[in-house]
């Protein structure tokens, strides 16, 4: 055997038992024939014989080509359904509403042999194929083959052109991945290339389903609702617009999520600027990225509640524990730890949370000490990429050590840079009764709740619900213009320095987490709302601020109050509660008072 | 019994030739005409089905693309824009949300008129509402 031979080697003939009995049934003819000694008749039975073998030859094929010619079925053979190579199957909101699916579109071709008019085809043929270059149709003209002239023809603009009948024109069909919402949850959808594979946001973290679904009848159903989906992305892009999301006078970015805190799942998902998906080559290369998932940030404030669930998780405090915040904490040699000044000497433990005191949160993470900091921040998530189906999900960028230093900063969000998406993933594991669950693009069966791994105890994850009522009812709390009238909505503020060059500069990263309705058992239904904006600018309606309960909380606010009957949390009005118009003066008087 | 039963069979003659060659050969040839015209009649009713084939995949192309377009035009922002800038709608205040019940309540309670502002009333329009009751 050659070496190169693949065939595997010959297996030695081997006569089966029904060969040998056959061999042996002619031979015992034959010898009867000998026997019988009578050569006249021996040959007429030798020709009968061999005319009946033939004559039942030809009955069983008459047998078989006349059933096959009457009786056969026309789809006899036929089992299953061709898919076209790199065929999608359509992606659906949470109540079916179609998102991405593909549609046929043709591939213009040209054969120059078949064609006698030059002239009818340069002057037809253009005007009703818009992606045909006059050089493209000039070299297939010249050409001595079938040459290919254009792509993504509409079955419009293929109809029109086969209804011309010019020589040598042909199509063949290609299939298109089309996105009818356009520039609507697009972060989120993805796009998928020319041939099928996804490429970016649920197209190609879910490509294996969406392949594996094209050509049934079922489509891949996603988490989204669509309708929440556009109240976030219309919220975002006027916050967008009001507080000129700017830096160096080129767009930066504003993100908005909400989950379901006890199913993981991503209802809505927006990240400004926008681009169609469509047609993604002729976005920006920044409008395609996913902040949301993709960016990381240190995200200030916001991480006090991990800070202080930590706290009341470990026994190291409860609410009413009180800490000195009178004088700025100087750790070693580095720059001392100072609070928004709100007059404030010392604060119980909610306190701490709701006047978002950074001296309060640093003594508190001094207290636990790294090894506490490290489990519990590792439990949230927050030292992981946000693990869900999107493959965007960045890394944080985590401090080389956990010194004092670094302890004091991490527990009210600096030092440390995750996404957005992390932090929403962290939320949602404080504030659902305590466990830690993966968020998914995919549709949860209605009453399914995923397991999760338990990060605190229910009693921590009440507690830190009403902290974060507290901090929007509370009068010097920094989330109350995120009070969205009979919602019960509760939130946090962040507002991060961001930096620039090495140091922190003038910009915020200005964040606010969310969560409502903030009543009744850890285990009703609850949703989180995080809005991150990149560099908000100063505003007349801002009063002159840039931190995160003048710009991200309102934001939070106008999502919640739009995209509440959506998900059947009714408004329960309190009759003793202050109107819109009083929470406005009550906002104005605390901003004067600021100032 | 049997080999003479079979030369019965096969002496008959006519004009030269065995009868049952000839009544052999007239099966053949009704056989083969019936194959024919199985086929034909098949053949005319497979074009059928292609044409059925082709129609309902044309339909079905065309309904993907009425899906895609109906998603365009469902989409909840697009509809928004066109509610506040053809209607004049704008999202319910919370005071103006109430439920099933609720709207019981209403019901009881007074009317409380609400009084067109002056300046948007067209004088041609009121008078000529007066002269129509």
Do not use: C
Not at chain 1, 25 to 34: G, H, L, Q, T, Y
Not at chain 1, 36 to 43: I, L, N, Q, W
Not at chain 1, 210 to 222: F, Y
Not at chain 1, 353 to 372: E, M
């Amino acid at each position: 055997m050659s070496p190169i031979d693949f065939h595997p080697p010959r297996r030695p003939f081997r006569v089966s038992y029904v060969w040998r009995q056959l061999i042996q049934a002619i031979w015992n003819v034959e010898r009867a024939f000998e026997a019988s000694g009578r050569a006249a008749d021996d040959s007429r039975i030798r020709l009968f014989l061999v005319l009946v073998l033939f004559a039942a030859a030809f009955a069983t094929l008459a047998f078989r080509a006349t059933r096959a010619a009457l009786w056969a079925r026309p789809d006899a053979g036929v089992h299953e359904i061709q898919v076209p190579a790199g065929a999608r199957a359509d992606l659906v909101d949470r109540d079916g509403r179609i998102l991405a699916l593909d549609l046929t579109h043709y591939g213009l071709y040209l054969d120059a042999r078949e064609i006698w008019d030059y002239d009818e085809i340069r002057r037809k043929l253009p005007p009703l194929a818009p992606k045909l270059t006059p050089e493209r149709l000039d070299r297939a003209l010249k050409a001595n083959k079938r040459e290919y002239l254009a792509g993504g023809l509409t079955p419009e603009q293929h109809d029109a052109i086969h209804d011309l009948g010019l020589p040598g024109v042909s199509f063949e069909e290609e299939p298109r991945r089309i996105y009818p919402l356009g520039a609507e949850a697009e972060h989120l959808i993805g796009f998928s290339d020319s041939a099928g594979r996804g490429l970016a946001g649920a197209e190609k973290a879910l490509d294996n389903d969406i392949h594996a679904a094209a050509g049934s009848t079922q489509p891949v159903q996603l988490a989204l609702d669509v309708r929440v989906q556009a109240a976030l992305q219309d919220e975002i892009a006027k916050a967008a617009a009001k507080f000129h999301l700017q830096e160096n006078g080129k767009p930066t970015g504003a993100m908005g999520i909400v989950v379901n805190v006890h199913t993981g799942e991503i209802l809505a998902l927006s990240s400004w600027p926008d681009f169609d998906p469509n047609a993604p080559g002729e976005a920006d290369i920044p409008n395609l990225t996913n902040h949301e998932a993709a960016s990381v940030y240190e995200l200030g404030s916001v991480f006090k509640l991990f800070t202080l669930a930590m706290g009341l998780d470990a026994g190291l405090v409860t609410p009413d524990t009180t800490f000195d915040v009178s004088a700025p904490l100087q750790i070693g040699e580095g720059k001392p730890i100072h609070d928004f000044d709100k007059g404030d000497t010392r604060l119980a433990l909610w306190q701490v949370f709701t006047h978002s005191s950074n001296i309060g949160a640093a003594k508190l993470a001094l207290r636990a000490g790294p090894s506490l900091m490290e489990k519990y921040y590792r439990a949230f998530g927050l030292f992981n990429a946000a693990p869900t189906e999107l493959l965007e999900s960045a890394r944080p960028i985590l401090p080389r050590s956990l010194d004092e230093t670094t302890l004091a900063h991490m527990a009210f969000g600096q030092g440390v840079s995750i996404s957005p998406l992390a932090l929403a993933a962290g939320y949602t594991a404080v504030l659902n009764g305590g466990t830690y669950i993966p968020l998914t693009l995919k549709k949860v069966k209605q009453g399914d709740r995923p397991q999760g791994v338990r990060v605190i105890s229910e009693q921590t994850s009440s507690t830190m619900l009403q902290f974060m009522r507290l901090n929007v009812t509370d009068p010097k709390g920094s989330g109350h213009q995120a009070d969205a009238p009979g919602l019960r909505v509760g939130g946090k503020t962040g507002s991060a320095q961001k930096p620039d060059h090495g140091h922190y500069g003038l910009n915020n990263i200005s964040s606010f987490a969310a969560i409502f309705p903030t009543d009744g058992p850890i285990s009703a239904d609850r949703y989180l709302v995080v809005i991150t904006l990149d560099s908000p600018q100063k505003t007349p309606d801002s009063h002159g601020f840039i931190t995160a309960g003048w710009n991200a909380a309102p934001t939070a606010g106008a999502v919640i109050n739009r995209i509440a009957p959506f998900l059947g949390v009714q408004r329960v009005i309190d009759p003793g509660a202050l109107t819109a118009a009083q929470a406005k003066a009550k906002a104005d008087a605390l901003a004067e008072g600021a100032e | 019994m049997i080999v003479k039963a079979l030369r019965r069979l096969f002496q008959p003659r006519l004009k030269g030739l065995r009868v049952v060659d000839l009544s052999a050969f007239a099966i053949l040839a009704a056989m083969a005409m019936s194959v024919y015209a199985y086929k034909a009649h098949e053949s005319g009713e497979t074009s059928q089905l292609a044409e059925a084939d082709r129609q309902i995949a044309d339909q079905q192309r065309q309904i993907r693309v009425l899906q895609a377009e109906l998603a365009r035009l469902e989409q909840p922002a697009r509809l928004e824009r066109l509610s506040v800038r053809v209607l004049g709608l704008e999202p319910a205040k919370a005071d103006h949300e109430t439920t099933a019940q609720g709207l019981m309540e209403i019901s009881r309670q007074p009317a409380t008129p609400i009084a067109a502002p002056a300046a948007s009333v067209d004088p041609a329009q009121a008078q000529a509402g007066a002269t129509h009751p």
